[in-house]
């Protein structure tokens, strides 16, 4: 029974992560252009200065 | 990886341009590293999903150079306004964020009921259920929030909507566990409560992104009046004065490159007017004394002096805008479906769960069992699959359409385009192409690169059509130098020592024509302005879905019935923006539902009369506007595919909304006989919700294969 007492705060700490990298990743306009990003891997920037 | 280098310190602007053309990963980095290397541009940015591109630029530098830069690098560009849907934009945010809270409540609260439902009892079990409450109270509470809003609102003006039952049965479910947890009961609807916000929440979210995705920028209707015009005084001076203040009788002069503030008479000049803005046909019409302008056009070669006869609201333009106002009034009172089964609905469900309570309790069950039940079968009716249904369905074919170069605008858009039965269409434009083309036979390669190099230093909109048509060909400009352009006149410059021009022919008659002049040679280059390559199919697909078509046209009769007879249609020339509204409402009160298709300001309020309407992007900003949808490019064909693939989506919706009601009807006796456990509930609401879902997927399928 002790074990959750560890196991209960470390699940919702995991949970409260995800939910802030989620927040975070909104805010910072990461899903703004799903399909452009997917096309953006292909971009060679060897040319770049 | 892309962060834009900065190349000065000046404070810049921002523009966006929507970009239809970008298609894959290489047009996005062309544009994001070709852009920055033009003087004045700090960083372009390119969004390929809205397809469009936000540069960071010098002020000193316009919206036309960029237009040109980004025409250079093969990419036709159009500006948008600033921020058209900042507020929408802000609404999406705020549903994805409550998404996201109520996602990751979801998630907890289910962890811990599991372990509930999996046989933790006592001290344990109470334990669960406060950690729950703990964490379900304040994410109801944030990610409720859009639904209890809109409830209240419909409440408060003794009307109900979807949002209320959903309301109650997430409040009473909420309230009714944290009874139980404080008491110590068996049960709690922690998840339940939940998990219904979240696949709510998700039918919200989705019908956000497809408004914002599709509504491209939209210009105001009056923006492109020329707002001041300069009167000339009795004694020859001239002032400017605000569009507003100018009366009729005042003598005004209007110089080559400014649009008109108000209609009038031509009294002394001749020159070419650019007529777009009203009628949509790009090409010029030329203007003598005597002749009667309007508000809007664009003088294009000379100067002009114009005695005015109509000003401020009278104009023409003010007039074209009223009448698009009043007949806009009838397409807002449309009932989307989903508000048409919720106003059913939710009296049934709210009647059926007291009926329940009230059942119970003459059973002789006690309060708290009736209440149990009665909240058991709200939960159980919530129309989770329901709200997913429609949005679903309609962003998958949204999607499918927007790949095949269709912009729909809105979910109403999509189940309106579903109904149309009798299609109108205007002729310049929309049948044809609306942009003059040259015909280029006969002219060899080296004459082809001089076009191409003098063609591109002008905005005439014969230049524009010959320089677009020369690039198509992959012709590389030839090294002229000193371009100077006479207006009225043409263009000059100097090609290795000889003389080249590109002017008007000296007698032009009816056809529309340039003269290219290279040394003594002289080519006349005609103009044309094509029907689209696919009209005849697309008319024939559109005849197979039972729709009729003809042409209603404010051109005159006879190059009108020329492209009827052509394309086997019905015409209606001549007519004015009022006849054509006349039209569609008489063909309303026949019980037909039309769809109009056009492009000029002139069919603007045909457009926002008609029971749904598409536009070609050439088409005027307020067109565009009154539209429900806007196809991009020289194909007709995105006009038939968007009825077909609205009514295949408004037959998935009507399976979805056939599966979602069968499973109520299964599943509301096992909640009236006190059978649904939370479990139960739990499994019943994700099954649907899945399957509503998988069902709108196969969409994108259909559409696939109706485009082939």
């Not at chain 2, 079968?377 to 709200?387: D, F, K, N, Q, S």
Request: include cysteine.
């Amino acid at each position: 029974m002790t074990g959750l007492a560890f196991l209960i705060p470390i699940a919702l700490l995991m949970g409260a992560c995800g939910l802030a990298a989620f927040l975070w990743a909104m805010k910072s306009g990461q899903y703004d252009d799903m399909e452009g990003a997917a096309n953006r891997i292909l971009i060679d920037e060897d040319e770049e200065p | 990886m892309n962060a834009p280098v900065e190349i000065s310190d000046r404070p810049t602007v921002g523009t966006r341009f929507t970009v239809p053309g970008m298609r894959c990963a290489g047009c996005i980095a062309k544009i994001e590293r070709e852009l920055p290397r033009l003087e004045g541009v700090a960083s372009a940015r390119v969004n390929f999903s809205a397809k469009r591109v936000a540069i960071e630029h010098d002020p000193a530098l316009d919206q036309e150079a960029l237009a040109d830069a980004l025409l250079k690098l093969g990419f036709e560009a159009q500006p948008i306004a600033q921020n058209p849907m900042g507020l929408e934009e802000r609404e999406r945010r705020e549903l994805m964020r409550a998404l996201g809270v109520a996602g990751f409540g979801m998630m907890n609260v289910m962890l811990l009921s599991v372990s509930v439902w999996s046989g933790a009892s006592g001290a344990t079990r109470e334990l669960f259920h406060w950690l729950s409450a703990i964490i379900a109270l304040p994410v109801i509470a944030y990610s409720g929030r859009p639904f209890f809003a809109s409830a209240w609102m419909a409440l408060k003006f003794r009307r109900t909507n979807m949002d209320v039952p959903i309301s109650i049965g997430v409040i009473l479910a909420t309230a009714l566990s944290l009874y139980e947890t404080v008491t110590g009961g068996e049960h709690a609807y922690f998840e339940s409560a939940v998990m219904l916000l979240f696949f709510l929440l998700a039918g919200r979210a989705l019908d956000a992104i497809m408004r914002d995705r599709t509504r491209a920028g939209i210009g105001a209707l009056l923006s492109r009046m020329g707002k001041s015009a300069a009167v000339i005084g009795p004694d020859g001076s001239t002032r400017r004065l605000p569009a507003g203040e100018l009366e009729p009788g005042m003598l005004v002069l209007v110089a080559a490159g400014e649009s008109l503030a108000a209609d009038g008479e031509i009294e002394r000049g001749a020159s070419a007017i650019d007529n777009a803005m009203l009628t949509g046909e790009s090409a010029p019409e030329r203007v003598t004394e005597g002749s009667f302008v309007h508000a809007g056009a664009i003088n294009l070669s000379a100067p002009l002096r114009v005695r005015l006869t109509h000003t401020a609201d009278d104009t023409a333009l003010a007039e074209i805008a009223r009448l698009m106002d009043e007949a806009g009034q009838s397409r807002s009172h449309y009932v989307r479906i989903a508000d048409r089964a919720s106003r059913a609905y939710a009296p049934l469900v709210h009647s059926l769960s007291a009926l329940a309570f009230m059942g119970w309790m003459l059973a002789g069950a006690g309060w708290h069992q009736s209440l149990v039940i009665a909240i058991a079968v709200l939960i159980i009716t919530c129309p989770c699959a329901m709200g997913l249904a429609v949005p679903t369905a309609q962003v998958v074919a949204s999607g499918a359409l927007i790949r095949r170069g269709l912009l729909v605008k809105d979910g109403s858009a999509l189940e309106r385009l579903a109904e149309v039965d009798i299609a109108l269409f205007d002729k310049t434009g929309t049948l044809t192409l609306g942009s003059p083309r040259p015909v280029l036979e006969g002219l060899g390669d080296a004459e082809r690169a001089i076009a191409l190099a003098l063609a591109q230093n002008s905005r005439h909109p014969f230049s524009r059509g010959l320089a677009d048509e020369l690039r198509r060909e992959g012709i590389v400009a030839a090294d002229v130098v000193d371009v100077m352009e006479t207006s009225g006149e043409g263009l000059h410059g100097m090609f290795r020592r000889t003389r080249v021009s590109l002017v008007r022919p000296p007698d032009e008659g009816e056809q529309l024509a340039s003269l290219l002049r290279v040394g003594d040679e002289q080519h006349l280059i005609v103009f044309t302005d094509p029907v689209r390559a696919d009209a005849c199919e697309t008319l024939a697909r559109l005849a197979a879905g039972g729709i009729d078509a003809s042409i209603l046209s404010g051109d005159r009769a006879a190059p009108a019935n020329k492209l009827g007879e052509a394309l086997g249609l019905p015409v209606r020339a001549d007519a004015s923006p009022q006849q054509k509204l006349e039209v569609l409402e008489s063909l309303k009160r026949e019980g037909h539902r039309p769809l109009m298709v056009g492009d000029g300001l002139n069919d603007g309020p045909a457009l926002a009369s008609a029971h749904a309407s598409i536009a070609p992007s050439s088409a005027s900003d307020a067109s565009q506007q009154a539209a429900d949808a806007v196809f991009i490019g020289e194909k007709l064909m995105p006009v038939a595919l968007a009825i077909e693939v609205a009514r295949s989506t408004m037959r998935i919706v009507r399976q979805n909304f056939g599966f979602s009601i069968a499973y109520n009807i299964a599943a509301v006796p096992l909640a009236l006989f006190g059978f649904v456990t939370p479990l139960i509930a739990a499994i019943a609401m994700s099954v649907s919700s899945l399957v509503v879902v998988a069902n709108s997927l196969r969409l994108a399928r259909s559409a696939g294969k109706a485009a082939s």
